[in-house]
């Protein structure tokens, strides 16, 4: 069975400055997509970015970009130029190529101050 | 277009009683999964639907049930309802393409509280 880990139950970052969420993973498959949602008071959960495991570039999406190691099964999202919208909880997740199941962490909770 | 939408958005049932949450997916999706997000935690999966049957099922016991009707929405169902069924219910929407889906939508969810 999958099992997704995000270590950092709360994070804070500045207005404009960078900030990397940590998110790692464990399973024997070889394909499979990654994942990192954004979840704000409104309870909607909104993609950021996806990363196909058989793709070595990293995803990018505008401000929001990923360091897939796929050997350390670790798959963590760097924001820049952080804004006060990006206030949410973020969850890491994991899917199967050939699954609709999707294993999410636990999420880390991102306040971004002004 | 509506995107996935979920009804009702929040609902307060009595222990023991049974429950009836609502799903229509994105236009153009044909497999709905539903979740259950308790207060602090990731989702986790419960089932999901595809030609109008449960294709993939989650660790979650014989009290809930789903259905998928021809236009593609879902219904989800809880019997014998527990305190510990407090959560906010979300349905996610995505298209089969045969060897995988397409990104999932997810709706705003439903935030159950049993007392």
């Known amino acids: 069975a999958q099992t997704v880990t995000q270590s950092q139950p709360e994070m804070s970052v500045q207005e404009a400055e960078t900030v990397t969420l940590s998110c790692t993973y464990d399973t024997s498959e070889n394909n499979y997509y990654l994942f990192w949602y954004k979840q704000p008071p409104s309870r909607q959960m909104i993609l950021v970015i996806r990363?196909?495991?058989?793709?070595?570039q990293n995803a990018t999406e505008n401000r929001f970009s990923v360091n897939f190691q796929k050997a350390a099964k670790s798959f963590s999202l760097k924001i820049s130029d952080s804004q006060l919208g990006d206030t949410a909880m973020y969850f890491c997740a994991f899917r199967n190529t050939n699954a609709g199941k999707s294993t999410f962490g636990d999420g880390t909770t991102l306040t971004v101050k002004p | 277009d509506a995107g996935v939408t979920q009804s009702p958005t929040h609902l307060i049932k009595t222990r023991g009683q049974q429950v009836t949450l609502r799903c229509s997916p994105k236009s153009g999706h044909d497999t709905v999964s539903w979740y259950q997000q308790a207060l602090g935690q990731g989702p986790q999966f419960i089932f999901q639907y595809y030609e109008e049957e449960e294709r993939q099922r989650g660790n979650f016991p014989d009290r809930f049930s789903g259905h998928q009707f021809p236009n593609y929405s879902s219904e989800l169902n809880v019997n014998a309802l527990l305190l510990g069924d407090s959560a906010l219910y979300l349905c996610?929407?995505?298209?089969?393409?045969?060897?995988?889906?397409?990104?999932?939508?997810f709706g705003q969810g439903t935030r159950l509280t049993v007392v």
């Open positions: 996610a929407s995505s298209q089969d393409l045969g060897s995988t889906n397409t990104e999932a939508f």
């Open positions: 990363q196909e495991a058989y793709k070595q």
